[in-house]
């Protein structure tokens, strides 16, 4: 079965600091995988999507970056946080094609910025 | 660019009411629709989906159907059960891309 494993759950970081959040995927083969943000009244906002290796695109202009260095490995970081960049990212995949489009999520990572 | 809109909530009913929840979006081209049901606890699930104009999507009493000229992919039951009581999503797909873009959410609460 396919399982999702997103670390860490909770992260709190001094302004000015890196960032590293890591998403990896068992039981599943070539994933569309993406980065969210989960904001009160935001609701999901979608940062980073890639449907293979070392292919990521972004959606909205912003402090964060992404990279896929394996085929179910999804990574998001930052070289220097920003207040602004607190928040609950989650990780997601789903299969790839038209007919695959039950999306499941890692538990999340609660990142708050001092 | 692509963007989806929803009511905003929570929607507050009582079991057997009639439940719409509306969705409008932006988009180039015609995108694929979909509505997300995330319960207690758990990830999203995928209730239903419409891909072309005129589509109506139907799951387990849901349904919603693909308005091209309103631009609106409302979620409609007939009769709503306590099971029901969820956050919904609306989300879209650009043609020919594997970004699925979503709206805010809306949360359900079903009282008997």
């Known amino acids: 079965s396919q399982t999702i494993h997103q670390w860490p759950a909770t992260l709190v970081q001094p302004v000015g600091s890196p960032l590293s959040l890591e998403c990896t995927v068992e039981?599943?083969?070539?994933?569309?995988l993406y980065w969210y943000r989960q904001a009160a009244g935001r609701g999901l906002q979608l940062l980073f999507y890639s449907v293979g290796i070392g292919q990521i695109s972004s959606e909205v202009p912003q402090n964060l970056s992404a990279s896929r260095p394996q085929d179910r490995q999804f990574i998001l970081s930052s070289k220097k946080l920003l207040l602004s960049d607190s928040g609950f990212y989650l990780c997601a995949w789903r299969g790839g094609g038209s007919t695959n489009e039950k999306l499941f999520f890692g538990s999340g990572t609660q990142l708050s910025v001092l | 660019g692509n963007s989806v809109t929803q009511m905003e909530g929570p929607v507050t009913l009582s079991e057997e009411a009639f439940l719409t929840i509306n969705c409008t979006y932006t988009a180039t081209g015609y995108p694929s629709l979909f509505w997300y049901v995330q319960y207690p606890g758990e990830g999203l699930q995928l209730p239903l989906k419409?891909?072309?104009?005129?589509d109506k999507g139907s799951n387990k009493g849901f349904e919603a159907t693909y308005r091209k000229e309103t631009t609106s992919f409302h979620l409609e039951k007939g009769s709503v059960q306590v099971s029901d009581s969820a956050v919904y999503f609306c989300?879209?797909?650009?043609?020919?891309?594997?970004?699925?873009?979503f709206g805010t959410g809306t949360r359900l609460q079903v009282f008997p």
């Open positions: 419409a891909t072309k104009a005129d």
């Open positions: 989300a879209l797909s650009p043609r020919n891309t594997d970004k699925l873009i």
């Open positions: 039981g599943t083969s070539n994933p569309n």
